[in-house]
């Protein structure tokens, strides 16, 4: 099984991540998850941390001449405003993070929880998914997040194919499909700024290039689905996932809700086998299970919740009423959320991959898969 670990605090020394069942034989390199990192720590509405840091992956373990051994992979990515030690605990809890219910949970500080269940840790996931990616592009699976939605306001996607997709996305600066939008979101940005409001938005993740039968019916925990759900939510401050149509399928007949499915001989060659729908409702998921059709992730993204005008709150020592507690904090993260989910939901596509063709090496999973689809072909 491909899975991972992570561990670290948001002004800790470092932050790490444990990925274990990651093929042997995948060639690795940093750059394109130094990459994944910057994009992260980009996007408009940022705030002043992010000229702090400057993140960069370290391979610690399970790679040898930039080739990964099959064995667990160490990642780290140190963090530059290390000041744990001498920073004090929050009195008042600030509604809409942790603070309270963790400092209840475990009869201890506030600093204790908003340190750890600070989004600071979602550098590793995306150092994680980012390594994902590389063995996910020797199958040519690619995955794209962008922002569909942000302070209320709309951006609908353009871009018919995978390269005018991404040129629209990396030249947005709030990473969306449609960079002639940019000045109206900065603007609700920077009102939400002059506010001392935060604002929150939907992401849109999309993987082109899945093979049929990734993920399974036969158990309710190993549907792909169920795990995309999971790993998308388990992202800070995200409150609701969709696939494909997502709720609009609860307001629809079911003739304008299921993908009529046909048959073009012509791309039996294609991952899709030549199976072809008209529409892609589905989001390419049927009964836990990849169908050869684009993935389509869509997620809600509540505004951050650390206000520069605090909402009201009480002092844990006194029980008295105050306003919540501020900590250095953004306006709007929607961007960067794209980054991150982008990079969970392509780890959770790499660990149905394997669990489909095997993960001792690459070699085995692409002579396993391409027995797949012949056989598959041949049914």
């Not at 400092?103 to 996931?125: H, M, N, Q, T, Y």
């Not at 759900?229 to 003739?255: C, N, T």
């Not at 961007?335 to 990079?343: C, K, R």
Request: proline fraction near 4%; aromatic fraction near 6%.
């Amino acid at each position: 099984m491909l899975r991972y670990w992570t561990a670290g605090e948001s002004h800790g020394k470092t932050m790490l991540a444990i990925v274990d069942g990651f093929p042997a034989g995948v060639p690795l390199e940093t750059d394109s998850i130094d990459v994944e990192l910057r994009r992260r720590q980009g996007g408009y509405g940022r705030g002043g941390r992010m000229k702090i840091e400057q993140d960069r992956v370290e391979l610690l373990t399970g790679v040898w001449q930039n080739v990964s051994l099959g064995s667990p992979i160490g990642l780290q990515v140190v963090n530059r405003d290390y000041k744990l030690e001498r920073l004090e605990d929050l009195p008042r809890p600030r509604p809409g993070h942790g603070d309270l219910t963790g400092a209840i949970k475990f009869l201890g500080p506030i600093r204790g929880v908003l340190e750890r269940a600070s989004a600071r840790e979602s550098c590793v996931r995306v150092a994680v998914g980012a390594l994902a990616k590389q063995l996910l592009a020797q199958f040519e699976i690619r995955a794209i997040g962008y922002v569909v939605e942000l302070g209320g306001m709309a951006i609908e996607p353009r871009g018919d194919t995978w390269d005018e997709r991404l040129a629209l996305r990396d030249s947005s600066s709030i990473y969306s499909l449609d960079p002639d939008r940019d000045g109206e979101v900065e603007k609700l940005i920077d009102d939400a700024k002059d506010a001392g409001d935060t604002l929150g938005g939907v992401l849109e993740v999309r993987v082109d290039g899945l093979p049929f039968g990734l993920g399974t019916h036969t158990q309710w925990d190993l549907k792909l689905d169920g795990r995309i759900a999971q790993a998308v939510m388990a992202v800070q401050a995200i409150k609701g996932v969709e696939i494909g149509l997502g709720f609009e399928a609860a307001r629809r007949p079911g003739s304008q809700v299921h993908d009529p499915i046909h048959y073009d001989e012509a791309q039996q060659d294609s991952p899709n086998l030549g199976y072809s729908r008209p529409t892609n409702n589905a989001g390419g998921l049927e009964a836990g299970m990849t169908n050869g059709q684009p993935l389509i992730v869509r997620a809600a993204k509540k505004p951050i919740s650390t206000l520069r005008t605090p909402l009201a709150s009480i002092n844990l020592d006194t029980k008295e009423a105050e306003s919540a507690s501020y900590e250095r904090s953004d306006v709007c993260a929607v961007s960067a959320a794209g980054v991150i989910l982008e990079n969970v939901v392509a780890f959770e596509v790499a660990r149905a991959l394997v669990e489909k063709f095997g993960n001792d090496s690459l070699a085995e999973m692409q002579a396993r898969r391409e027995l797949f689809e012949k056989m598959a072909r041949e049914r």
